[in-house]
């Protein structure tokens, strides 16, 4: 099993920036992609970005040129750097992790942009 915690989310202004972060433990070892979704009300769940243990990454559309993903192995840390906040990315933001193929979720951190 693998656990995953977020942190980093809260309210911030448009245009304004963020940093979140989700550590894994458990049975680290064999992980590969991890990366985060998000889910605004009413809406499904959506990849934003993701990123392979040797660093490839892919993004959504909507974020590109604002956001960064980024991982530490050595700490089994997976990274979101959210630059030019709009209130459009409010959203419940989830930590995936792929292992063995089998897919592991975060408990999610709120972002808030407000405008």
């Known amino acids: 099993q693998v656990q995953l915690v977020e942190s980093g989310g809260g309210l911030v202004q448009a245009g304004g920036s963020l940093r979140l972060s989700c550590a894994a433990s458990?049975?680290?070892?064999?992980?590969?992609?991890m990366g985060w979704y998000r889910q605004a009300p009413g809406k499904q769940r959506e990849l934003v970005a993701s990123i392979t243990r040797g660093g490839s990454t892919n993004y959504a559309d909507s974020v590109k040129g604002r956001f960064t993903v980024s991982r530490d192995n050595a700490k089994n840390t997976v990274y979101l750097q959210m630059n030019s906040l709009k209130p459009e990315d409010t959203a419940v933001y989830y930590c995936?992790?792929?292992?063995?193929?089998?897919?592991?979720w975060g408990k999610g951190t709120l972002v808030t942009v407000s405008s």
């Open positions: 458990g049975s680290t070892l064999g992980l590969n992609a």
């Open positions: 995936n992790a792929e292992r063995f193929g089998e897919d592991y």
